[in-house]
């Protein structure tokens, strides 16, 4: 059977497009975050949440694995895996260490999928200052077995206050 994971980053203090997300997708079976929330532990309950490096104030851990239909998932922010448009190889070497074949990252606040040396590398971009776009983004991931279906979502306008 598959899973529904929900993918967002980089939300920096917003909480509206955060309750928009799970409030939109009650139904999903995990709730993943790449870092640079800056919200309160009660804020991200039900969400598995790596610290970013403007979590100053937070008590997350740096990495996260998690295994979803026989899938292992590395979630980290990037900004330790020197991640940018153009450089993936450490976060790459990250998750083969890790065993994982899916790597979710943040920090450059732009939607990326793409496989690179059999490591599936997904970032959900920014729900709040996204650098691709005047949307901000987040991420669906439809898990069946090995296979991964990717929608991208926008965060409406109006969730801005």
Request: with cysteine; net charge negative.
């Amino acid at each position: 059977m598959s899973k529904l994971i929900v993918l967002a980053s980089d939300n920096h203090y917003d909480y509206a497009a955060m309750e928009y997300i799970k409030n939109t997708h009650q139904n999903a079976d995990y709730y993943f975050h790449c870092g640079d929330s800056e919200l309160s532990d009660k804020e991200l309950e039900g969400w598995y949440v790596v610290s970013g490096n403007n979590d100053y104030f937070a008590t997350l851990p740096d990495e996260l694995v998690i295994e979803v239909e026989g899938l292992r998932f590395l979630l980290v922010h990037g900004n330790r895996d020197k991640v940018n448009i153009d450089n993936h190889k450490t976060l790459i070497e990250h998750a083969k260490r890790c065993n994982c074949q899916v790597a979710c990252f943040g920090h450059t606040h732009r939607v990326f999928d793409m496989e690179k040396d059999g490591i599936r590398l997904l970032n959900p971009g920014s729900t709040t200052f996204p650098r691709d776009g005047v949307i901000g983004k987040y991420m669906l991931l439809y898990v069946d077995g090995n296979e991964i279906e990717v929608e991208i979502k926008d965060i409406p306008k109006e969730i801005y206050r």
